[in-house]
């Protein structure tokens, strides 16, 4: 598949502004392997953010809860829920914590249509039959 392609992650309304939302994916890898790929997308405005939800310290989800990802005193800042490391919104840079320095990894999104989407990457899509479904 193309890495060009744009894929439907949501709807804008779906996540409210100065607020941030956890997706569970499947990307294809090299040699055509798949595997989990959890992202967090954030909206502020009409502007969306994406990382890849797993903090650089020791790679545990940043959510401390279920969608619960910005700092809560302000909300301004994604926040590891495992150390407290406090992530830059805008970069992904960590600004605070034990991986003082260190970035999240980027997800490219964009707005289409109304529709978070995401780019430069493969996923599995929910109509693919996986291998061991071809024969039950």
Same mark, same amino acid.
């Given at each position: &598949?193309?890495?060009? *392609?744009?894929?439907?992650?949501?709807?804008?309304? /779906?996540?409210?502004?100065?607020?941030? #939302? %956890?997706?569970?994916? &499947?990307? *294809? @890898?090299? %040699?055509?392997?798949?595997? =989990?790929?959890?992202?967090? *997308?954030?909206?502020? @405005?009409?502007?969306?953010?994406?990382?890849?939800?797993?903090?650089?310290? !020791?790679?545990? =989800?940043?959510?401390?809860? #279920?969608?619960?990802? +910005?700092? =809560?005193? !302000?909300?301004?800042?994604? &926040?590891? %829920?495992?150390? %407290?490391?406090?992530? /830059?919104?805008?970069?992904? +840079?960590?600004?605070?914590?034990?991986? &003082?320095?260190? #970035?999240?990894?980027?997800?490219?999104?964009?707005?289409?249509?109304?529709?978070?989407? +995401?780019? @430069? *990457?493969?996923?599995?899509? /929910?109509?693919?039959?996986? =291998?061991?479904?071809?024969?039950?």
């Amino acid at each position: &598949m193309e890495r060009n *392609v744009a894929y439907v992650i949501c709807e804008l309304n /779906d996540i409210p502004s100065r607020r941030a #939302r %956890g997706f569970h994916l &499947m990307r *294809v @890898g090299e %040699g055509g392997t798949r595997r =989990p790929w959890p992202i967090v *997308v954030v909206r502020w @405005g009409k502007q969306v953010l994406g990382y890849v939800n797993k903090c650089p310290h !020791n790679e545990v =989800p940043l959510d401390w809860e #279920r969608n619960q990802f +910005l700092d =809560p005193n !302000n909300g301004t800042r994604l &926040m590891c %829920g495992k150390h %407290g490391a406090l992530f /830059d919104l805008a970069d992904g +840079l960590c600004v605070d914590g034990p991986c &003082m320095g260190q #970035r999240l990894e980027p997800v490219l999104l964009r707005v289409i249509d109304g529709d978070i989407c +995401l780019s @430069g *990457v493969t996923l599995v899509e /929910d109509d693919e039959v996986l =291998p061991d479904e071809e024969d039950a």
